[in-house]
Nanobody, 119 residues
């Protein structure tokens, strides 16, 4: 079965940076658009960033635009999320997800990685 595995989460001070990675296995990685989402207990899951299969097109939530950068390396089957100028509002569990062009929903999800920003 297709699997996604996030890594790189941890504790960081406000104003600092953190880089998350997502490794894919058992899927043709370059056929999928990739997205990053985050969720805080008691709140709904929210979109963070996405990148097309080619890596040339990206989208960001307004709350992270200018601070976060999403990228992918199809040769290594990985997608990354570089997070700069972190603040307490960025504290959440971050998930990577994959979808094909024919699907409107992301059907493959990772287990999540915790990001905690100290104030």
């Amino acid at each position: 079965q297709a699997q996604l595995h996030e890594s790189g989460g941890g504790l960081v001070q406000a104003g600092g940076s953190l880089s998350l990675s997502c490794a894919a296995s058992q899927l043709t990685f370059e056929h999928y658009a990739m997205g990053w989402f985050r969720q805080t207990p008691g709140k709904a899951r929210e979109f963070v960033a996405a990148i097309t299969w080619s890596g040339e097109g990206t989208m960001y939530a307004d709350s992270v635009k200018g601070r976060f950068t999403v990228s992918r390396d199809n040769a290594k089957n990985t997608v990354s999320l570089q997070m700069n100028s972190l603040n307490s509002g960025d504290t959440a569990v971050y998930y990577c997800a994959a979808k094909t062009t024919s699907n409107s929903d992301y059907g493959i999800w990772g287990q999540g990685t915790q990001v905690t920003v100290s104030s």
